[in-house]
């Protein structure tokens, strides 16, 4: 049950309605800063069944409450506000939204440890602040190569020891939320996963920031109220990712949605990146996708990078060079400055008067 309560009631009228969802057994939790929205939840399921049974009218006749309405009305958690800031999602050296951007690279799946190492040493020297890396590979085909699931986790975990880059990585079964969440520092939702709530919700839950890629086929309102479920644990370090979607034409792997990452960044509050790796689906078409996600306001990226591609078990032809990864580094410092953006820099780039403390 949602509550819209007046401004003016007085702290004893409002200590009323409080009192009163207490004995219903219902857990009050405020939705807006102006605490006008009180939504109300069963404390367990035995409270869920009496609830059916609340007469609305107990708590529409107190002073305190100007209307009871369905909770569908409640404006969402990633619904943006005129008087709200951009959330920024900070990691490390990472910083997304509130007009600072990010880049994330690395190869699709962690392979080996010499080669991970290797790959991550690359993107950061040319300008990423993040490594990506799947230990749990989503594959269409069962028979495809899966990742290497835990192992792969120690690899990424001495990647980061190697290079101070903090971890993204898929995760795709609820149970694995704990172990991968134990050496990742941002948790991926997949595009096969978007609308597996029981793992959002888990992730959710994790603490850690969550990246939740836009669904193969997914409209922009799916897409955020997946993010919905994770906000609604209480975590708002959400970080969403425009990944293309499935079209007619196979000249890209997908159709990367720039319309959608404007229409993103005008609905919500949260950062948007977009992925022209998985929509390019080659690695010469990479760099004007990610060309075109900044200029729609993008707030980051997250590219496939890869020393070695032909050794690549998933998404080899897609994987850029580190050289190609630094020129779509340098034009993204152009692109974001065009609207007064800036991008994160790995510490050991910056200026030394620049470091911690003082970001840029
Ligand atoms: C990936 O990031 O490697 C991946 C599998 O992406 P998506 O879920 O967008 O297909
Ligand atoms: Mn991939």
């Known amino acids: 049950m949602l509550l819209r309560l007046r401004r003016d009631a007085s702290t004893l009228a409002f200590d009323r309605v409080l009192q009163l969802a207490s004995e219903l057994g219902l857990v009050p939790r405020f939705l807006d800063e102006d605490r006008t929205l009180l939504q109300l939840d069963p404390a367990s399921d035995a409270d869920a069944s009496r609830q059916r049974f609340a007469d609305r009218s107990l708590f529409e006749d107190l002073e305190a409450v100007r209307a009871v309405l369905e909770s569908a009305d409640a404006p969402e958690r990633s619904q943006r506000r005129a008087d709200c800031a951009e959330t920024t999602v900070r990691v490390g050296d990472a910083v997304f939204g509130g007009g600072r951007a990010a880049l994330i690279a690395g190869p699709c799946s962690v392979e080996s440890e010499q080669r991970v190492v290797e790959i991550a040493r690359a993107v950061r020297d040319a300008g990423a602040t993040l490594l990506r890396g799947g230990a749990f590979k989503p594959r269409t085909s069962p028979y495809s190569f899966q990742g290497l699931g835990l192992p792969g986790l120690e690899l990424l975990a001495a990647a980061r020891e190697a290079t101070g880059l903090g971890i993204v990585t898929e995760v795709l079964d609820p149970r694995d939320v704990e172990p991968v969440a134990a050496v990742a520092d941002v948790l991926q939702i997949g595009s096969r996963s978007m609308s597996n709530t029981a793992l959002l919700i888990e992730a959710g839950r994790s603490g850690k920031p969550v990246l939740v890629k836009r669904g193969l086929a997914a409209k922009g309102r799916e897409l955020l109220l997946a993010a919905e479920y994770v906000l609604d644990q209480g975590n708002d370090q959400v970080i969403l990712c425009e990944r293309g979607v499935r079209g007619f034409d196979s000249v890209t792997r997908n159709v ?63 994987a850029v060079s580190p050289a190609t990864f630094a020129e779509i580094a340098r034009e993204a410092q152009r692109i974001l400055a065009i609207d007064g953006r800036t991008l994160a820099q790995p510490e050991c780039q910056r200026p030394k008067d620049n470091r911690e403390g003082q970001r840029v």
Request: charged share 20%.
């Open 256 to 318: 990367l949605d720039v319309g959608a990452i404007a229409w993103l960044k005008r609905e919500t509050h949260l950062p948007v990146i977009a992925d022209p790796s998985h929509a390019a689906g080659s690695a010469e078409l990479v760099p004007p996708l990610a060309r075109a996600g900044l200029a729609a306001g993008a707030d980051g990226l997250i590219v496939e990078v890869h020393t070695a591609p032909h050794e690549l078990r998933s998404d080899a032809e897609q």
